[in-house]
Each structure stands twice: as structure tokens, then as C-alpha cells.
């Protein structure tokens, strides 16, 4: 897509050559074929680094701008960003595309669909009611269990098993804000891996990522309700007990262990081989790996435990 | 449904005029041909200013009907309205309507449903596996991804995204209880009604009202795992993170935003432009708009903060 | 299957008589064409009693085996009981059974599936997009909503409701881990049980037992989102409020009422009667019948409510 036809989308000047771009992404992430967005002096740095070409700023970061940059002005670059993520956001279906290619020894059950464009690998079950969308990929030996639902461009590994009712690749929840308080979507264009070896239980719900991947990564195993954000990234051999969630781009070393109805803020960074006991509500990044915490806000298992007595002599 | 075979079904006499009721509602809101219902004394003044004439009452509250009603007479009125509920009760599915019609330019899957007296709007998109109940209508441009479920009856407004095994309208958790100690049924023989621009994310359940809707108003947005109880209604703009729930009955004003994992006791009114930090647990009305609160009990969210604060010194 | 056969798979030898055995259970309800096992010296004792005559054992426990036991040692047997319980999982759909039988009166919609094996009574409704496994039963006058997933050899009563996106015997969260940290599947080879007028609300998950059921006793009431783990057993006449969940092996005596948001960790014995109000986090064992209790940890309601006015002072 050209950025003149962006910006005359977001009925916005343009600055600089007019370039042809095939997706977006995040500024420390962008090269040269994505447009990206700064929004404030905070990102005056990074934006001067960037590999990426084509830019939504705001005018404070004009003088910030790489050489050569093709560049929109906007007053609200979240705003603009959340309507140029719909220019760039694929149909929930592309009929246009092949026919999906269905390894050997693979059950597809009748009442499946697998879109077009879809490639399942050898000795995969996908049972009845179980949805694999376009351009999405299935590794082998997998089986998907009824009612799952897997969206568009999604991959799952080899040796998974995805139970009934989960739902892999819904859009995250992303939205920029009106002045007069509307919520605009901003389009969820990314997609989820599944890496190998990942067990997913009942009813679980990975969103996808806005831009790139939300990622489980082999070995990990998901109980049943979990809610896994957009852009996260779950380390390996990871344990999620039921009712647990993960707020968006948080990463987790591998090795973690999540207990029942734990959950986790957006934006940290959690140590691998970290436990978290039931309940647990995590709000800051954990950079030593090998703990074990509890509590809201949270602390170490052996702190709350000690806090827990001395709460309840308050009532003696 | 003449009131003389309600009671009959119920095994009461009744007394007055033999009435055609076409349906039941709440004492407050019930009109000339509802049959509606009162349990004890405290309803006393509101039975009397009612517009219906058709009434479940208990012995003591005979004399405080309006003239010319007629009613039954119940020694456990909560067991009887339950045991009416079901005489009203619509089948799961109506197969006597006739065809569902589908707007211009939508696409309904060959393997999703719509039933027969659903009205789809244009430019939908009804993806496999989704489901669309007797006399449900669908807006414009709305989309509803594979295996979501809504019942029938509920109306879905235009430009709404409904993700991927989301149930719509299926039954409130309504009981009256035997002296034996069964639970039952309260059929909910309300709707649930999505205005235009919602979002609602995968594996939500917003479930429909006993008698009239449970509500979503426009351009609210849902994550992933939101429990909507029977008879809410949330006020436009709105937001939900993941793993939250309302009880039944519970109203927010417009423009509030429930983070991750908070919860709402059923009856409560909750003033516009309220904010809850994740985990909230709301139990009671908020007067006052815009403000932010956070913990279990609620409190301000400067309190909690500096409550937490001293609870961690006991530690020390 | 042999037992030679096992201990082949498993790669160890096995020492004794070569028993056909056609299942796994756990020591103290295992028969005697039942392979079980023992992990530890705590177990020394139940095994000595057990009826079972195929054992995979630790080293330490050979001398504790009945007399003219079949064995085979393990170094680790967790996870030699893990691998084991591969051997006898069922697949996932059982394509050579005869075809279901469907008893009269009863609608199965023509986007539902009804596997080979599975048997449904009278007056049954299954509804576009439900699915119902191989050898499952559903008892009559049972209302199946669209898109529930019913897993093989589960068993539903009469007069049960199950609304959308419910799933029904998922495989519990078992596993045995390596050394070096990799997760291994136990199979669960059991299944789940809902006896007769039971509700269950949308989207819930009540997993099948590793061995033997996991059951929800008759007239019990689930509201939405309800997490029920492997080998719970819910008693008659019970109340679950939305987003509760239990944990595995966890036994509610009959009449309990849980409150939204609570959670129950797994192996505990809870007696009849008991309420829990919102959120309670339920940690150990309750005796006594008729109790109230709230808050995590757990204590009695009173003790809770007088405790909350405790910690609101340290904020004065």
C-alpha cells in the first residue's frame, strides 16, 4: 500500500517520497517496507535509529526523524495508528487462496472447516465443529479437539492438543480513544504460534498479536480458562493451573509455574523457573529466576506467609 | 395463557377475572397483560400502584392489590412465579417460523446456523460453526467468528465483532428453592440485546434477562472471559478486561473501565465514568461519577494504595 | 494388555506372573485385572492391603507387595505411571463402533454430531454445533445447547441442561516432569459423570477423571464459566456462582453454596452445607457441616467481616 493512499485515508499530508508498504509494526521492530508510529518525545531516540522508512509522528518529532524519511503528521498518532492498522487488517477469510493441503494419515471430521490456504500436517485429528482458518498451519501428530476454534495465519506445532472450546488467534484488545471517548479499534494484523509439544486446555482463549506473534513456546502446558494476551510470550515447559491470565506483550521465562486465578499486568518481563502460588497478581517485572511468590500486590511466598499470620492476630 | 391455566398448572385457585396474559414481568415494570408477582409485605405500596392485573401474591398482601385484579394466592410465591416462568417459556428453537432472511451482500458459512425468524442485516459475516437462534437479528456489518453461539430472540446491533466461542442470551442462574432444599429453574424468558460498534471478545457469556433484556450499550468493548449476569446493563463506551463478571441485575453508567479479574455483586447502580483497578470487588452502589477505586472490600484507589502500604509495614 | 507388554513399552523388566490387565486405577480402588502403582514408603501399607495383582513400584516397596504380585520397579514412577497410562488411552473417537441410537422424540440437529457408540434417550434436544463423543450416554429429556462439547464415554442424566460451549470431560491437567523439566501427559483415562437435573451454564469446563469419574451430583446448579477439575465430585443440590473453580480430587459434600470467584485447591474434603462467599480461596478441609466462610485464607464469615474492619483501621 502506498502512504500517500494511507495518508490520504487518515485525511492527512504526507512528507517526503511516497512509499510502498506491506505492513506495520512497532518502532524498534520496523524495516524498511513498514510503516510505524512514534508518539512522543520519549521515542525521539529510538526513532532516529530506526530501520523504517515510513513514519507516523507527532510534529514535536519531525527533527527526530531518520534521514530520507517518509513521514504523516497527526495531532493523535494513536489515533492514526489504530485507523492505519485497519487498512492494513486481512478479511476474517480469504476465499481467494488455494485449497488447504492435508497431510497423510490426517482426520479432517466433515463437519470441520479448514479454509483455504490452510496447510495441516500428517496424522493430525481435527474433530467436528473445529475451525482452522485461512493460511493458518497445524504440525503433525496434532489433535484438535471439537468446537476449537483457530483463527486466520495461526500455527500450531507438532504433538499439540488443543481441547474443545479454546480459541487460538482472536484479536487482542487493542483500542486508541476519541477525545469525546470512543474506542477505536486498532486492528490485531499479527497471529499466534503455538510451538511444539503445548497442551491447551478447555476453553482458553490466545489472542493474537496487533503486530508480529503471540507466542507458547514447546513444552508448555495451559489448563483449562486461561487468557493469554496479545503479544506475550510464554517461555518453555511452562504450567498454567485454570482461571489464570496474562496481560498483553508480558513474557515469561521458561520453566515458570502459575498457579489458579493468578494473573499478570501488561509490559513485564518475568525470570524463568519463577512460581507463582494461587491467586498471585503481578504487577512488576521479576529479574532473579528461581522464586516463588504469593499475594496481591505480590511478594515472596515466605513474606506473605508471615504476612498472613500477622493479618490474622489482628483480630485476636 | 389464561390465568385460570396458570393456576391450575401451579395447583392454586384463583380469584377474579379470568385474564388472557401473553407474558410475566416484574412487579415494577409489568403491564395489563403480564402476569407479575409479589413475595411479601415490603412490596406492599408497589402492588398497589401497579398496571397490571394479574398477580402471584402471598396471603398477606391480598388487600393491598388495586381494585379489580385478579390473582393466585401462594404460600411460597418465589416457588410459584418459578413453576409460571416455564409455562412461558419458549422452545429452544422454533421451527415453525418461517425462513430466516438474509441482508445483501452477507456471507452465512454452510456450516453455521441461522434458524428460522432470524433477521440478518448487510454485510455480515457469519463464519463455521456459529450459531444464530430462532427470531435473533443481526445488524449491519457485524461479525460473528466461528462457534459463537446466540439464542434466540437476542438482538445484535450493526457494526458489532462478536470472537470466537462467545454465547449470547443463554439462560441467567435464576432458582427458587424447594423446603427440601431443590433448586427450581427460574426460566429466563428475557433477551439480551448488543447495541451498535461492540466488541466482544472470545469465550464471553453475557447471559439474557428473566423478563426484558440484559443490555450492552453501544460501543462498549469486552476482552476475553467477561460474565455478563441476567438483567445487567452496561452503559455505553465502556471497557472490560479479561476475566471479569457482573452479577444480575447490576447497572453501569457509560464510559467505565473494569480491569482484569473484577467482579460486581448482583443490584448495584454504578455511576458513569467509574474506574476499577484489576481485581476490584464491587459489593456496593457507586454514587458519584468518575472515580477510580480497587480491592476487596472497594475502597478509593489512593486508600487502597496507602492501605497496602500499611499492611505491608506489619511485616516489618 | 499384557503386563509384559507394559513393561516392554516402559522400557524395565517386570518380574512375577504375566497378567492381562484391561485398565489403570489408583491403590486403594484398584481390582485385580487393574494395573496400579505405588510412588513411596507412604504407601507402603495401602499396597500391602491392596487388591490389585500388577503393581509398577519403587525399589523400597518390594517388600511391602502382596504375596504373588506381578511388578514391575521403576526408578521413577510417576512417570513410569505417566507412560503407562499412554498404553490404555482410548483414541479420541472410536470410528468402529455401531452406530449411536437415539431414543424417540428426541431431535439431534443436522450440524451436530452424535459419534458411533454413543447412546441418547427420549426427548432429547442437541442442538446445531454440539457434539457428543464416542460411547457417551445422555439421558431423556436432556437439553444439549449449541456448540457443547460432550467427550467420549461421558455420561449426562435425565432432564439436564447444558448451555453453549459448555465441555465436558476434557482431559484433566496431569503430569509427570522429567528431570530435566519436560511435562509428560498422564492420560486421563476416566470420564465425567452429570447425573440427573443438573444445569450447567455457558462456557464451562468439567474435565474427566485420570481414572474413574468425575461427577456432578443430581440437582447441583452451575452458572457460567465453572471450572471443575479430574476426580471432583460436586454433591446433590449444590450452587456455583460464575468464574468459581475446584481443584482436583476436591469432594463438596451435598447443599454447598460458592460464591463467584472462588476457588478450591485440589484433595479436599468439604462437608455438606457449607456457603462461601465471593472469592473465597479454600485451602484446607472443612469438617462441619452448615458453616459460612469468605476470604483467602479461609475463615469463618463473621471472623472474616470482623477482620476487614481491622485492617480498614490501620488506614485511619
Same mark, same amino acid.
Given at each position: 500500500?502506498?502512504?500517500?493512499?494511507?495518508?490520504?485515508?487518515?485525511?492527512?499530508?504526507?512528507?517526503?517520497?511516497? /512509499?510502498?508498504?506491506? +505492513?506495520?509494526?512497532?518502532?524498534?521492530?520496523?524495516?524498511?517496507?513498514?510503516?510505524?508510529?512514534?508518539?512522543?518525545?520519549?521515542?525521539?531516540?529510538?526513532?532516529?535509529?530506526?530501520?523504517? @522508512?515510513?513514519?507516523?509522528?507527532?510534529?514535536?518529532?519531525?527533527?527526530?526523524?531518520? @534521514?530520507?524519511?517518509?513521514?504523516?503528521?497527526?495531532?493523535?498518532?494513536?489515533?492514526?495508528?489504530?485507523?492505519?492498522?485497519?487498512?492494513?487488517?486481512?478479511?476474517?477469510? !480469504?476465499?481467494?487462496?488455494?485449497? %488447504?493441503? $492435508?497431510?497423510?494419515?490426517?482426520?479432517?471430521?466433515? @463437519?470441520?472447516?479448514?479454509?483455504?490456504?490452510?496447510?495441516?500436517?500428517? &496424522?493430525?485429528?481435527?474433530?467436528?465443529?473445529?475451525?482452522?482458518?485461512?493460511?493458518?498451519?497445524?504440525?503433525? &501428530?496434532?489433535?484438535?479437539?471439537? &468446537?476449537?476454534?483457530?483463527?486466520?495465519?495461526?500455527? /500450531?506445532?507438532?504433538?499439540?492438543? $488443543?481441547?474443545?472450546?479454546?480459541?487460538?488467534?482472536?484479536?487482542?484488545?487493542?483500542?486508541?480513544?476519541?477525545?469525546?471517548?470512543?474506542? /477505536?479499534?486498532?486492528?490485531? &494484523?499479527?497471529?499466534?504460534?503455538?510451538?511444539? !509439544?503445548?497442551? $491447551?486446555?478447555?476453553?482458553? %482463549?490466545?489472542?493474537?498479536?496487533?503486530?508480529?506473534?503471540?507466542?507458547?513456546?514447546?513444552?508448555?502446558?495451559? !489448563?483449562?480458562?486461561?487468557?493469554?494476551?496479545?503479544?506475550?510470550?510464554?517461555?518453555?515447559?511452562?504450567?498454567?493451573?485454570?482461571?489464570?491470565?496474562?496481560?498483553?506483550?508480558?513474557?515469561?521465562?521458561?520453566?515458570?509455574?502459575?498457579?489458579?486465578?493468578?494473573?499478570? +499486568?501488561?509490559?513485564?518481563?518475568?525470570?524463568?523457573?519463577?512460581?507463582?502460588?494461587?491467586?498471585?497478581?503481578?504487577?512488576?517485572?521479576?529479574?532473579?529466576?528461581?522464586?516463588?511468590?504469593?499475594?496481591?500486590?505480590?511478594?515472596?511466598?515466605?513474606?506473605?506467609?508471615?504476612?498472613?499470620? @500477622?493479618?490474622?492476630?489482628?483480630?485476636?
Amino acid at each position: 500500500m502506498l502512504l500517500s493512499h494511507i495518508a490520504s485515508a487518515l485525511n492527512l499530508p504526507f512528507a517526503g517520497e511516497d /512509499i510502498e508498504l506491506l +505492513s506495520m509494526n512497532e518502532l524498534s521492530l520496523a524495516s524498511s517496507d513498514q510503516l510505524t508510529f512514534a508518539v512522543n518525545k520519549k521515542y525521539a531516540a529510538e526513532l532516529s535509529n530506526s530501520h523504517a @522508512k515510513a513514519f507516523i509522528i507527532s510534529p514535536e518529532l519531525i527533527e527526530s526523524l531518520p @534521514k530520507n524519511s517518509s513521514y504523516i503528521v497527526s495531532d493523535n498518532v494513536s489515533l492514526s495508528m489504530a485507523y492505519a492498522t485497519k487498512l492494513f487488517a486481512p478479511k476474517p477469510i !480469504d476465499f481467494h487462496l488455494s485449497h %488447504a493441503i $492435508i497431510g497423510e494419515g490426517s482426520y479432517v471430521d466433515a @463437519k470441520a472447516t479448514v479454509e483455504n490456504g490452510a496447510i495441516v500436517g500428517e &496424522n493430525v485429528t481435527i474433530m467436528a465443529g473445529a475451525y482452522v482458518g485461512s493460511s493458518a498451519r497445524i504440525g503433525d &501428530n496434532t489433535i484438535i479437539y471439537p &468446537n476449537v476454534t483457530i483463527y486466520r495465519d495461526c500455527v /500450531i506445532g507438532n504433538n499439540c492438543i $488443543i481441547h474443545a472450546g479454546s480459541v487460538i488467534g482472536a484479536d487482542g484488545f487493542g483500542f486508541a480513544h476519541t477525545k469525546d471517548g470512543r474506542h /477505536i479499534k486498532i486492528y490485531q &494484523n499479527g497471529n499466534t504460534v503455538i510451538e511444539d !509439544d503445548v497442551e $491447551i486446555g478447555a476453553n482458553c %482463549a490466545i489472542d493474537r498479536a496487533v503486530f508480529n506473534s503471540t507466542i507458547i513456546r514447546r513444552g508448555t502446558k495451559l !489448563d483449562n480458562f486461561i487468557h493469554i494476551a496479545h503479544n506475550c510470550e510464554i517461555g518453555e515447559h511452562s504450567l498454567f493451573v485454570a482461571q489464570s491470565g496474562v496481560g498483553g506483550s508480558t513474557k515469561l521465562g521458561h520453566h515458570c509455574v502459575v498457579s489458579g486465578q493468578s494473573a499478570f +499486568s501488561d509490559h513485564l518481563d518475568i525470570a524463568p523457573l519463577s512460581t507463582f502460588t494461587a491467586r498471585s497478581g503481578v504487577t512488576k517485572s521479576i529479574k532473579e529466576s528461581g522464586g516463588t511468590y504469593s499475594g496481591y500486590p505480590l511478594m515472596e511466598h515466605r513474606e506473605w506467609r508471615r504476612l498472613q499470620s @500477622k493479618i490474622a492476630k489482628l483480630n485476636s
